[in-house]
T-cell receptor, first 117, second 112 residues
Framework: DTGVSQDPRHKITKRGQNVTFRCDPI?????LYWYRQTLGQGPEFLTY????????KSRLLSDRFSAERPKGSFSTLEIQRTEQGDSAMYLC???????????????FGPGTRLTVT | GQQVMQIPQYQHVQEGEDFTTYCNSS?????IQWYKQRPGGHPVFLIQ?????EVKKQKRLTFQFGEAKKNSSLHITATQTTDVGTYFC????????????FGSGTQLTVLP
């Protein structure tokens, strides 16, 4: 399967614990995005990477959230001191480099469902 | 801040009936994208519209971008059970290259 993959698919954690999620984009995609989706809502943008550079971050993103993409391939999203309000589906997406045909098309992974108890 | 609203929130149709969802932005958009998310699945890109008044068709799906580039619609002709899912529109945040603001979606149920 050459699609976007995410790990783990499900995570249950206790409030106050730290969690880390991983995203592996499609190999030829140099852009990578993180979103959060709660029930009945559309995906909410969190952050965006082009190669290893984090170019944009949502102004609404708490400083408990941090993302990295150290080698420009896979990315990790860490949430520190989790709160019940962090319970959501965390989606990763990737897209082709700028200038390529259909570079605006984002391919989403299956997501990591986080439950904070 | 920028808002993207969709109506209706839910729509139940009998198989074979038509379906339309509407998307309205509080600001002018440079482009608009549409995604479909099946129950339990992830969003899947459908199309991007860029030009004012643009209309694009994909088989039974017709997408339209308003003249003022602040609204869009998706129309499905003769729905099938495979059309079930939530349809989202998304537009780029003003001043951002890559941040997409998604609407809250229209959840379509097709009754056989």
């Amino acid at each position: 399967d050459t699609g976007v993959s995410q790990d783990p698919r499900h995570k249950i954690t206790k409030r106050g614990q730290n969690v880390t999620f991983r995203c592996d984009p499609i190999s030829e995609h140099n852009r990578l995005y993180w979103y959060r989706q709660t029930l009945g809502q559309g995906p909410e943008f969190l952050t965006y990477f082009q190669n290893e550079a984090q170019l944009e971050k949502s102004r609404l993103l708490s400083d408990r959230f941090s993302a990295e993409r150290p080698k420009g391939s896979f990315s990790t999203l860490e949430i520190q001191r989790t709160e019940q309000g962090d319970s959501a589906m965390y989606l990763c997406a990737s897209s082709l480099p700028p200038g390529q045909t259909l570079s605006y098309e984002q391919y989403f992974g299956p997501g990591t469902r986080l439950t904070v108890t | 801040g920028q808002q993207v609203m969709q109506i209706p929130q839910y729509q139940h149709v009998q198989e074979g009936e038509d379906f339309t969802t509407y998307c309205n932005s509080s600001t002018t958009l440079s482009n608009i994208q549409w995604y479909k998310q099946r129950p339990g699945g992830h969003p899947v890109f459908l199309i991007q519209l860029v030009k004012s008044g643009e209309v694009k068709k994909q088989k039974r799906l017709t997408f339209q971008f308003g003249e003022a580039k602040k609204n869009s619609s998706l129309h499905i002709t003769a729905t099938q059970t495979t059309d079930v899912g939530t349809y989202f529109c998304a537009g780029p945040l003003s001043g951002s290259a890559r941040q997409l603001t998604f609407g809250s979606g229209t959840q379509l149920t097709v009754l056989p």
